[in-house]
């Protein structure tokens, strides 16, 4: 939403790699595995940091949303979630980043933050119950 966020932590990226020395598994956000030595670079300075802005608007957010959730399904097709996951998941997961994760301090930022956080799970689980009773009726 046009400002960086303050509650991402530091995580360590893989940056440079031989592309034919790598495989990339199918998953959202996953780790590529490298045949050979990995490295840490020296320490840099707080200015030097890559920073990450990801989504500049809802409209990128929701958009890549239903990719990532197709993903999940296909990762956690085995779950059986039931109708008390449609609630407790996303409510769980709104706490955890309004509240545990500071996302009040943000303000409106935050709040739409963890609201979409919450209906990320929430459609998460509902498509897995879709799933599950499209394949039953097969």
Same mark, same amino acid.
């Given at each position: 939403?046009?400002?960086?966020?303050?509650?991402?932590?530091?995580?360590?990226?893989?940056?440079?790699?031989?592309?034919?020395?790598?495989?990339?598994?199918?998953?959202?956000?996953?780790?590529? =595995?490298?045949? @050979?030595?990995?490295?840490?670079?020296?320490? &840099?300075? *707080?200015?030097?940091?890559?920073?990450? %802005?990801?989504?500049?608007?809802?409209?990128?957010?929701?958009?890549?949303?239903?990719?990532?959730?197709?993903?999940?399904?296909?990762?956690?097709?085995?779950?059986?979630?039931?109708?008390?996951?449609?609630?407790?998941?996303?409510?769980?997961?709104?706490?955890?980043?309004?509240? =545990?994760?500071? @996302?009040?301090?943000?303000?409106?930022?935050? &709040?739409? *933050?963890?609201?979409?956080?919450?209906? %990320?799970?929430?459609?998460?689980?509902?498509?897995?119950?879709?799933?599950?009773?499209?394949?039953?009726?097969?």
């Amino acid at each position: 939403m046009g400002e960086f966020s303050r509650d991402f932590k530091y995580d360590y990226q893989l940056r440079f790699f031989k592309k034919e020395c790598t495989i990339w598994p199918p998953t959202i956000h996953s780790v590529p =595995i490298v045949q @050979g030595r990995i490295e840490k670079l020296k320490k &840099l300075r *707080r200015v030097d940091v890559i920073q990450h %802005y990801a989504n500049p608007t809802l409209f990128q957010v929701i958009d890549k949303s239903n990719d990532y959730t197709n993903n999940e399904v296909l990762r956690k097709q085995k779950k059986k979630y039931g109708v008390m996951a449609l609630f407790y998941r996303p409510a769980l997961r709104f706490f955890k980043n309004y509240i =545990i994760s500071g @996302g009040f301090r943000m303000g409106i930022r935050g &709040l739409i *933050r963890a609201q979409n956080a919450a209906f %990320y799970q929430w459609l998460v689980v509902a498509k897995i119950i879709e799933k599950r009773m499209q394949d039953n009726n097969r």
